[in-house]
């Protein structure tokens, strides 16, 4: 995956952020060469949204990025040549306290629970939990679509989304020793791996990414997921350790897919988020399967994203 290059004084800047007082200055240093460079300004929001404190609001980084995008800057240091992400990326270790620490800066003491997404859910999730999967389905897939699901390890079972949804209004979401899986992307009817198992090569819509941290505290996963400047199309609990969110991407091919998704990820490594699930196949977990003693829910639902949840916004 390439990425754009960061000349490397400002990848210092970025990995060691100002005293408050040198915040504002240091940003319109950094600012120039990511813009000039091909970082698009929510990229460069995400990037130093997560350096400062509440000290440097909202509206001051979009400010600065305003400014940027008016000088018209062109590439810096090496000018329009990319490297690879792990060479053009900052590659300190993210642990559970540094992921936590950065969270508490960029949170700047917001916070919000499954009740406040229900109620910014354009589409709310049904009364019973259990048939989650179906707002989920009619949601995310076309008629058409082909959508795989695993409830036990191996290749799964794909039918189509109207399919899958009757199967559910009569038997209910499959659960099996893993609870169960989804991919979110349609695909092809017979997978191309071993046993018929899916590969990227099979996935025929790249609509979605998801977006998942195993390492923050579960009560800072939705209070972050609500405040990243992404278009978040639904939000499920694993019954585990994690919520999956599933960010709208709709890539033209996999190359645009892979860009695009391995460029947000990397972004939001800082934060705590697996860097592991930027690939098109990847699957996430289907609300309402049970796993193990806890069911897999639906939080959060709005197929047509095209921007941040605007509810929870910043006033600028």
């Known amino acids: ?47 130093l949204r997560g350096q400062y404190d509440h000290t ?136 191309s791996g071993k046993d018929g198992a899916i590969c990227d090569s099979d996935v025929t819509a790249h609509r979605f990414a998801l977006v998942e941290s195993d390492i923050l505290p579960l009560e800072l996963q939705l209070s972050v997921i609500a405040r990243l400047p992404l278009p978040v199309a639904a939000i499920i609990f694993s019954g585990g350790k994690s919520y999956h969110a599933l960010v709208r991407v709709d890539a033209v091919d996999v190359v645009e897919y892979r860009r695009d998704v391995g460029r947000m990820l990397a972004l939001l490594r800082p934060l705590g988020f697996d860097q592991s699930t930027g690939n098109p196949s990847r699957m996430s977990r289907l609300p309402g399967a049970t796993r193990g003693e806890e069911l897999q829910r639906l939080v959060y639902l709005n197929p047509d994203a095209s921007e941040a949840l605007s509810i929870f916004k910043e006033n600028k």
């Open 1 to 47: 995956m390439k990425s754009p290059f960061i000349p490397p004084r400002t990848r210092a800047e970025l990995v060691s952020p100002a005293a408050p007082g040198s915040r504002h200055a240091q940003m319109v240093k950094v600012v120039l060469p990511l813009i000039g460079n091909g970082l698009s300004p929510e990229a460069v929001f995400a990037e």
């Open 56 to 191: 440097v609001t909202d509206a001051e980084i979009f400010g600065v990025i305003k400014w940027a995008i008016g000088k018209s800057p062109k590439p810096s240091g090496y000018g329009n040549r990319y490297h690879n992400a792990s060479a053009s990326r900052p590659t300190l270790p993210v642990t559970k306290e540094s992921a936590t620490a950065a969270v508490g800066r960029f949170l700047k003491g917001f916070r919000c629970d499954e009740a406040d997404l229900w109620h910014a859910s354009p589409w709310r999730p049904l009364e019973d939990p259990a048939f989650d999967s179906l707002p989920l389905f009619a949601g995310l897939f076309h008629g058409e679509d082909l959508v795989n699901v695993c409830p036990e390890h191996g290749a799964g079972i794909t039918k189509s989304r109207d399919q899958w949804m009757t199967h559910v209004r009569d038997h209910g979401a499959p659960s099996g020793s893993i609870g169960c899986m989804f991919r979110p992307n349609p695909v092809t009817e017979t997978g």
